[in-house]
Every structure is written in C-alpha cells, then in structure tokens.
C-alpha cells in the first residue's frame, strides 16, 4: 500500500504534466489497436463463425477434427519446451561475457548480434544448407573421417533428429534477442552490490546466482515471454528445414489460410497460439514475480 | 499483480517496465491474431504504368527475369506481381465488387483462369485472338480459352509440363532392357533399387516439400498412368496398385524428399540422381551442366503414358482501367520475340502448334524440349489438363493428394481405408463447386462423381 502522501505527489505530478503523456503514448497506442489488438479480435470472432456468419464451434471442431492438429501441437509444445530453456542458459552466458567488459566486448556484442539481423526463413536456409545431405556439416565430418559418407540428418524417420536440428537452427537465430535483453539488464544493475559481495568474499557463482539472477529479475521475465510467444509462432524454419516431414501450429494456420482456403479455421489456429501465449505470459508473470509486484 | 496483466491496455499507472512487456507482449499476440492476408500491392497507378499480375513466375528469380528481360522492352512500364493462386482470384474478385480496378493483365494456368471467366469476369478477346491469329497457336488451346462459352477470355501465353531428368552416371545403372526414352514404373523403381544396391543411398527423388508439386504427380501422371482416369477412379483397384507403387518407389528415394521443392538443387548437389518435377524447376541443372544430365519421359504405366501439360494464358479483368493498354501489352507478350525469351529465360514454350524455339536456345532447355515432345507424341500418352473449375477449392483439392500421401506413404497406412476416407474428401471438394470432370477422366453431366 502507499501511503498517504506519496498518493498526494502522484497527484501533483499528474496535474503538472496535463495532457502531455497521455498525448506522447496516443501514437503507440493507436498502432497498436489498428494493427494488432483489431486483427487479433477479428481473427477471435472468425474462429468461432459458422459459414453463415453467424456464432459457430465448427472451425474450431475441424482444427481438432484435422489429422494434422496432434502433430502440430506436439511439435511446437516440444520445441517451445526444448529451445526456450536451452537459449535462456546460452543468452545468459553470452550476457555474462559481454557485460564482463573484457577486451573487445564490442566485438563480442556484434558477434552475438548478428542472427538478428537475419530474417527466419534465410536463417532456415542456412541451416537446411548445412544439414543437408551434401551440406557442410557432412562435408566437414566426411572430410575430418569421421564419417566415411554423408549422415542424412534431415530425414523424415527420425523425427527427433530433425527437432534437434530445428532445435540448433532457432537457437542460433534467435538466442540474441534474449541476450540483448538481459545485457540491458545487466547494465542497469549497480556496481555497489557486486563489489559489495566481493568484499564479502562471493565466488563468480554466488554472485550470479545471489545477486545477479535476483536483480535480473525483470529482465529475465521480460526475455522469457517475448521468447516463449516466439517460439509458439515458430514457421519458416521448421518450413525451411523439415519440409512437409514436421508440422506445427502456425504453419498449420498458414496451410489452412492458403492451402485450404478457410479463414475461419486459420484464426481457430492463431487463437489456439494466442490463447498458448496468454497463458504462457500469465504463468511467468506468476512464477517471476518482481519485488514491485511482492509490494503491491 | 499477476492477474492484471490482460487489463493493461485500460489501466494508466503502469510502470515503464510493465509498459514494455505489455508492448512486447501485444506485439507478439498481434503477430498470432493476424490472418495473413495483408499482402496488398500498394503502388500508385501512375500514369502509364501497367499492372501485371500472374500465378507463374512467382519465385523471386523468375519475377525478376520477366522484369529485367521479357517486360524490359514494352513501351510502358509494367508492375509485374507474381501472386498465388487464392490470393489472385481474390483481388480480381474483390476489384470487381469494387467497380474500380487497378489490374491491367492477368497472367495464369488454365485452371486459374476458369473460376473468373465463369463468373463473367474477364473481358471477351475474341477481336484480340482473330488479330493474333497469325502466331501460330495451338487450336486445341484456343479452344480451351473459350472456357467452355462462345468467346475466348483469354490468350495463350506459354506451355510447359512435367518431366524427368537424371544425372548421367545413373543412366549406366538403368535395369537390363530398360531404355531411358520409354521407362515404365516398374523399371523405374527397379531402377532406384539397383542404384541403392550399387551406391548404398537411396536416390531417386520426388518434391515432396511443403512448395513441391508432388501432387501434380499423382493428378497428371501416375493416377491417368495406373487407371487411364484420375476423380472417377481414385479408390480404384488400378489406384491401389498405384498407390503400391508409389510406397515401393518412396523406399528408394531420399529421405530428404520431404523437404524437396524444387527438383534441380538435390540433382546437382547429387543427393538425388533421378527425379520427377516441372521443368522449369530442373532447368537449372540442364542450363548449368547439359553434358552431366539427361532430361527424358515420365515413365509409362499400365494405362499409358499419363502426363499433363499445363497451358498459361492473359487475360483482361473487366474492371481493367487501361482496356487498349492491357491488349497492347498482351500483343507485345504473345510476340514469339518475347515468348522465345521467356521460353530462352524462364524454360517455359511458346503455346504454338508446331514446336517454334529459337535457333539460340540453351542446350538444356532443348533437351527439356525434346524428352517433352517425346512424351507428348508417345503413342499411349494420355494427357491430362490442369483441374478445372474448381475456383476456390484447387488447392483444397491438391491437399486431398497431398495428405493421402501423408496417409499411405509417410505414415504407412492401409491403402484401401484410406483411400476410402480421402475418396469422400475429393466428393466433397467436388461437390463444394459443382466441378464436372475434366480429361482423362470421361465427361460428366454433372458434379464428377469420385469412384
């Protein structure tokens, strides 16, 4: 609870800045009503229409009703499980490196940063370029020996194999975004509290995980969503490397949409990510709470 | 705290921090919400500019050859957008229920071209082909560009078709007794068995990739092959034997298939040495090394050499705003100057009756040329069209293939259950538009009944 007169300043400072914030936040907010809050209320309307037009479960009973809907949903619910854990611990690495301020962090902040500027279905080419048959993955191995011919990793009959290297192919793409957030994080960190816990003797470990980690907080929770919703809309990647051997949710959206011409079903799908997203979000918002959050 | 965070866009005392992940947040859940459809083209119709829109020639590579070298010379400029199939029958419909049209030419299959010519939709061309007379083109696809009416809607544009090509050091592995110009199915699996067996990988190939045209496969080659028919004998026993087939042949093509879109890349790269696609998806391996690859008939089956030719053609949308402009514009494309670029750039053939290519032309594309005009001209061919009529159901129709495939092949299956389940999905994709059968299939007096 605030206290009385920390209510009152609020108020002062509210009267003092008039219409200003209000008027600064307008643009952002009318963006985002018109090209994303709108389209994401009409997707929800057309996922429950009948043909008619009129209030219908039939969408959503055909996307549930279509023979490629369990697939889909496991793939992503497995990669999503897979690949936002494995970036979070790499992302917090790289963090750790560039925020050491060791010689060249500049170079290293590049270095990391360069998949972002790389869209999804380039950087699944890449990867199907390495993966494949005649690729430089096997040219590599077959050269060093290891292998005495090519390994087929992109193969249909090892679907676990082929996770695992759509697996790499986000990791690599997308870990920076992560990174960049918690290098963010770092830097708002004081350096008080870590040369107050070297005074008191804490290895690198225990200041990360007693120090570090706690004060990251925000940041992480921030990084974590952002991710997560990421990886539930996965598509051109899994496209890119596995073809028509994997599905996933919103490459199902998307066949649905423009292979079987059927709006309705399309948003039946994009609400299903949605709903996945929301409910994603709220779990971590619960599991992270901030001391902001403790306090109110 | 937790549970205020749906409620953020209402509330006002939000943190920056909260503000922050109410944006990435809504940023993101707005990318799921958003049907995928905002792909308009935007630009201005500027004063003497021209839009073009086609169904063939999408693929970047392509869209830009037709800017760079067939468009380059017309007087005006011309927006050249490649667009899929729902999406293009979409603006022209919705341009017509707008009264007002900013599409000049549209270019597409046959099949594209059927569902807006039976809704009236595009201009009559009669005076236009009575002009054109003199190019030489194919009665039968005039005939066609009449779409089941009077009047001609549209202009044969170019022609292409399905083939296969293979590279040269399988040619020597061929089964005894098999000659490469008249494979039948059964030769050309023992032929992927006796490479398996020779090299130790499997390597014949099919594009079965998300953007592959396995599908066409089936439609045009191997269900006219297998049955002599395609809708009216798709649960057929000849469809069974197919379908057997296709399992036994699958066992011999590389794993990768399911990721292949366009046949060319794994020929070249050698991960595939004998492979089935469009031929303007293998013309760059034959244009990059004619010498390492030979181009030659799909395989015959029981019931023939089933093969499908697939025909383009212009036409004009009646909401056209430069009507004398897009005729203009249709000459200039049908002049067999620039159909010989087109068939010199892009692999696709002028749609004349007598084969006319230009003396220049790249080896490998003669190739594709010639293993086409074999195949045409074989004595059992039986030639399939693209479908027709099915307007806004063709690619709900090609998913039909696509998934009995996922069904028998990937996820082996039992054939006959099957295609039993699928034989009731083609009825009613069928149904849905009242589609009557189209060749090879007999003619019907109305919606084509699956058998």
């Known amino acids: 609870m605030a206290s009385a007169p920390a209510v009152a300043a609020k108020g002062d400072t509210r009267r003092r800045l008039g219409w200003a914030p209000y008027a600064l936040l307008a ?25 008619a037009g009129g209030y219908s479960l039939e969408p959503v009973r055909r996307m549930l009703g279509d023979g490629r809907f369990g697939d889909a949903l496991r793939t992503t619910l497995l990669l999503v499980v897979i690949i936002v854990p494995i970036q979070f611990a790499v992302a917090m690495s790289m963090a750790l490196v560039v925020n050491a301020r060791l010689r060249g962090t500049d170079l290293w902040l590049y270095i990391f940063a360069l998949p972002l500027g790389i869209s999804e279905l380039a950087a699944g080419i890449v990867w199907f370029s390495i993966f494949t048959e005649q690729g430089w993955l096997n040219s590599f191995l077959t050269q060093l020996g290891v292998l005495d011919r090519p390994f087929i990793f992109l193969n249909y009959q090892r679907p676990v194999l082929l996770i695992l290297t759509i697996v790499v192919a986000e990791a690599w793409r997308a870990t920076s975004i992560i990174m960049v957030i918690l290098v963010a994080g770092l830097q708002g960190i004081p350096r008080d509290y870590l040369e107050a816990a070297d005074v008191f003797g804490a290895t690198p470990w225990q200041r990360v995980r007693h120090v570090i980690l706690p004060l ?8 974590l969503i952002l991710r997560t919703i990421l990886a539930f809309q996965v598509f051109a990647t899994v496209i890119a490397l596995a073809g028509s051997a994997t599905n996933v949710l919103a490459g199902e959206a998307y066949r649905w949409y423009q292979n079987l011409r059927d709006a309705r079903v399309a948003a039946a799908y994009a609400t299903l990510i949605l709903i996945l997203s929301v409910a994603s979000t709220v779990l971590f918002l619960l599991l992270l709470p901030t001391e902001e959050d403790r306090s109110a | 705290m937790g549970g205020r965070w749906p409620y953020g866009l209402t509330s006002v005392s939000l943190t920056r921090r909260q503000a922050l992940q109410l944006a990435a947040g809504a940023a993101a859940l707005g990318l799921t919400g958003c049907a995928p459809s905002a792909r308009e083209a935007t630009e201005e119709q500027s004063e003497g500019s021209l839009v073009l829109i086609s169904t063939q020639f999408q693929p970047v590579q392509e869209a830009e050859k037709m800017r760079s070298a067939v468009l380059a010379e017309f007087g005006r400029k011309v927006e050249f957008l490649g667009e899929e199939q729902g999406p293009f029958e979409d603006r022209i419909r919705a341009e017509a229920q707008a009264g007002k049209g900013s599409v000049a030419v549209i270019g597409g299959q046959h099949g594209d071209l059927v569902g807006l010519a039976a809704d009236g939709l595009l201009t009559d061309l009669s005076d236009l082909t009575q002009e054109l007379s003199g190019r030489g083109f194919n009665p039968d696809y005039l005939e066609l560009a ?28 061929l089964p005894q007794g098999a000659d490469v110009d008249s494979l039948t199915y059964d030769q050309l699996a023992a032929w992927g068995q006796r490479i398996q067996q020779e090299q130790g990988s499997r390597r014949l190939g099919f594009p079965a990739g998300e953007m592959g045209l396995l599908h066409r496969f089936f439609q045009g080659h191997s269900y006219p092959s297998f049955t002599g028919a395609l809708n009216t004998q798709f649960a057929s026993a000849g469809a069974e034997r197919m379908w057997q087939w296709m399992r036994d042949a699958w066992a011999l093509a590389n794993p990768q298939s399911t990721g292949y879109a366009f046949m060319q890349e794994p020929l070249q790269a050698g991960e595939v040495w004998v492979a089935w696609d469009h031929q303007a998806r293998l013309i760059e391996a034959l244009r990059a090394s004619a010498d390492d690859f030979v181009a030659f008939p799909s395989p015959t089956g029981p019931e023939g050499l089933g093969f499908m030719p697939v025909l383009t053609g212009l036409a004009i949308p009646k909401t056209a705003p430069d009507p004398d402009g897009a005729k203009d514009l249709i000459r200039y494309l049908t002049d067999p100057k620039q159909t010989a670029t087109v068939a010199r750039e892009l692999g696709f053939f002028p749609p004349t009756a007598t084969q006319q290519l ?22 059992d061919a039986v030639a399939s069209l693209l479908p027709v009529g099915l307007r806004d159901q063709s690619n709900p129709y090609n998913d039909v293939f696509r998934t009995t495939f996922d069904g028998i092949v990937l996820k082996d299956g039992d054939i006959g259950p099957v295609l039993a389940a699928k034989a009731k999905e083609l009825q009613s994709v069928l149904d849905a538009v009242k589609a009557p059968c189209w060749q090879p299939d007999p003619e019907s007096s109305g919606t084509c009944k699956v058998g």
């Open chain 1, 27 to 51: 643009p952002s907010l009318v963006y985002l009503a018109v090209f994303f809050a709108l389209p994401m209320v009409n997707a929800f309307g057309l996922a429950f229409q009948s043909e």
């Open chain 1, 216 to 223: 990251l907080r925000p940041s992480i929770r921030v990084a």
């Open chain 2, 146 to 173: 009449k779409v089941g009416g009077d009047a001609p809607v549209y202009i044969p544009w170019a022609q292409a078709s399905y083939l296969m090509v293979a590279r040269k050091e399988a040619v020597g592995l």
């Open chain 2, 358 to 379: 230009p003396e220049d032309l790249d080896a490998g594309i003669r190739a594709e040329a010639d293993a086409i005009a074999a195949q045409s001209t074989s004595q």
